[in-house]
């Protein structure tokens, strides 16, 4: 089906839909599928997807600027050399993606699901990514000074030589967490020295 932007799409299957050469701009889309679709290099500005389906799509290559992918199922896609700047993807479900490399500026990962993903040496700096789900991902060698992790589920999360400076971190994140050879700040070595149950005099 043709789009247009500023359209509206509502519980549409769009498998079909190529990404063209035009950017899509302020379009918004609730509960469509883009199953197994070819979004490789993809523009979008200002579009919403809320609950979408992109299992086992290809959004390689993409740009994403002030959008949001809320809720959205991310299953075994491609979303290697993708770019997201001042987007929301609060809820949604990244699982078993082709992640790097990625680029994320000023977005919202809040409740996204991103557990065993693989974002060794990606920059998260300053991201909101609180109550994030990072159970057993792979962050070795990020950089996540100032990032909100808080509430953030890192049981067996691969946090070695990723720079932690600023960032917000629950003591039992840095419990779960493996560690080694990371950055922190004081207030971040003492938060984890009391959290393994030494006493900072």
């Known amino acids: 089906m043709d789009q247009v932007d500023d359209g509206e799409y509502i519980d549409l ?12 701009r302020r379009r918004r889309f609730v509960r469509c599928s883009f199953v197994d679709g070819d979004l490789r290099g993809l523009v979008t500005e200002s579009c919403t997807f809320d609950e979408c389906d992109f299992t086992g799509a290809d959004i390689g290559a993409s740009t994403h600027r ?15 050399g993708s770019t997201f700047r001042g987007c929301s993807l609060l809820g949604t479900s990244l699982i ?7 680029t994320f500026t000023e977005c919202d990962l809040t409740l996204a699901a991103l557990g065993y993903a693989d974002l060794r040496e990606t920059d998260l700096s ?75 005099g």
């Open 96 to 102: 078993d993606c082709r992640l790097r490399p990625i």
């Open 126 to 200: 300053g991201l909101r990514m609180r109550e994030v789900n990072l159970v057993e991902a792979d962050l070795r060698g990020a950089d996540l000074q100032k990032a909100d992790l808080s509430g953030a589920r890192l049981l067996r999360a691969r946090l070695d030589g990723a720079d932690l400076r600023g960032a917000r971190i629950d003591p039992n994140g840095l419990v779960q967490a493996g560690l080694d050879g990371a950055s922190v700040d004081v207030e971040q070595a003492i938060a984890f020295a009391e959290a393994h149950g030494l006493r900072v």
């Open 13 to 24: 299957d769009l498998s079909e839909v190529r990404a063209g050469d035009e950017p899509w």
């Open 66 to 80: 002030g959008g949001a992918f809320r809720s959205c199922r991310v299953v075994r896609a491609t979303l290697g």
